[in-house]
């Protein structure tokens, strides 16, 4: 079931038939998919089905796997609901009114130069807008993706194949990167992983919500959660850093023409 929801100017909404906000928690909750629309401008979230996966550099990553990445452990997820491509920026413009990226000429692009600050403010406008639009119950809420969650969909959900890059073995046919004539590129024109999400791997980095630290630390070692995550790597990367297990950090006020965003959908 595919479900579309539609943001239209007060006086339209009052000549449209107004679905009572349980039927659509009841439609969300079946659906495989579900599009929301800002304007013109729509954008699809894939459900993903939870499940339990090794997170970390597991065998067909170790090969050029950093030590950020072990050890290998076991998470757990519930449902969730990710998005479709990287948040383009025509969605960042209708919802900020502006568009900060570096690579402008083609809305179809990935937003970046956006920090995980800048990330914050978007995701509240987005969430005022499509609370008060009656297009998300007061449970749901746009978030960034936790770094398992952006692992775990990555490597393809319950129906993974156990690849290297986000749906490939092959890094030239899912990702833009290093060699990528140094800009962006419009989302997805690359194959997309085996949950039908697009640029996973390449095209920019993604804020995740998480402070970053290491998984395992040496004794008395403390860290200071002072910078926050950021996955999937990018047009400037080369291909070991748009592993699916590769880590990487940035203090949350960063900007950089190769940082950008995914939206996740969870209900709390």
Request: net charge neutral; hydrophobic share 40%.
């Amino acid at each position: 079931m595919h479900v579309v929801f539609i943001v239209q100017p007060p006086t339209l909404m009052k000549r449209l038939l107004v679905i009572p906000l349980f039927m659509l928690a009841t439609l969300i909750a079946v659906a495989q998919d579900v599009t929301f629309q800002v304007g013109k401008i729509s954008f699809k979230m894939i459900h993903i089905v939870g499940g339990t996966f090794k997170m970390g550099a597991t065998s067909e990553q170790v090969s050029e796997a950093e030590p950020n990445e072990f050890p290998v452990h076991r998470v757990t997820l519930s449902d969730f609901y990710l998005g479709e491509t990287e948040v383009t920026q025509e969605l960042w413009e209708a919802v900020m009114g502006k568009n900060p990226s570096f690579f402008v000429g083609n809305s179809k692009r990935p937003v970046e130069n956006v920090s995980w600050i800048d990330c914050q403010t978007f995701l509240r406008r987005l969430n005022d807008l499509l609370h008060k639009n009656g297009q998300l119950n007061n449970n749901q809420t746009f978030t960034l993706p936790t770094e398992a969650q952006w692992e775990y969909a990555a490597r393809g959900g319950n129906k993974s194949k156990h690849l290297k890059y986000a749906g490939s073995n092959s890094i030239g046919s899912v990702a833009w990167f290093y060699y990528s004539k140094g800009v962006t590129h419009s989302v997805g024109l690359k194959m997309a992983n085996e949950l039908g999400l697009y640029d996973m791997s390449g095209n920019v980095f993604e804020w995740c919500a998480d402070w970053y630290t290491p998984w395992e630390l040496a004794d008395n070692e403390m860290v200071a959660d002072t910078a926050r995550v950021l996955r999937g790597g990018s047009w400037s990367s080369p291909s070991k850093k748009c592993r699916i297990s590769n880590r990487f950090c940035q203090q949350p006020d960063t900007r950089a023409g190769n940082f950008g965003l995914r939206l996740a959908l969870v209900e709390e």
